[in-house]
């Protein structure tokens, strides 16, 4: 039998892919906003494409703000695009 492949929805693009080519973006129960890399932090997630494009799409629909329940500081989305390179 196969394993099952988790899939998760960008939230800025929208498109279904494998979990693990995907970042996760949490909110900490700290209500601290950051990149998850490991993908197993605590706290509530949204899942984008590794692409800075897909970052910010996300930011502009308001697709992160909505997943996470929170608003996104200039300097978080600052970072998170500097990571993605």
């Known amino acids: ?9 960008c939230v ?4 279904m ?20 890399t490991t993908g197993r932090a605590n706290g509530r997630g949204a899942y984008i494409c ?11 629909n308001k697709g992160l703000e909505r ?3 929170a608003q996104i500081p200039a300097d978080v989305l600052e970072r998170m695009e500097k990571e993605l390179g």
Request: aromatic share 0%; proline share 4%.
């Open 1 to 9: 039998m196969q394993k099952k492949i988790p899939m998760r929805k």
């Open 12 to 15: 800025g693009c929208g498109e």
């Open 17 to 36: 892919k494998e979990k693990k080519e995907m970042i996760r973006v949490i909110k900490t129960p700290e209500d601290e906003i950051v990149l998850d």
């Open 50 to 60: 590794s692409s800075k494009e897909c970052l910010l799409k996300a930011v502009k």
């Open 67 to 69: 997943s996470l329940k």
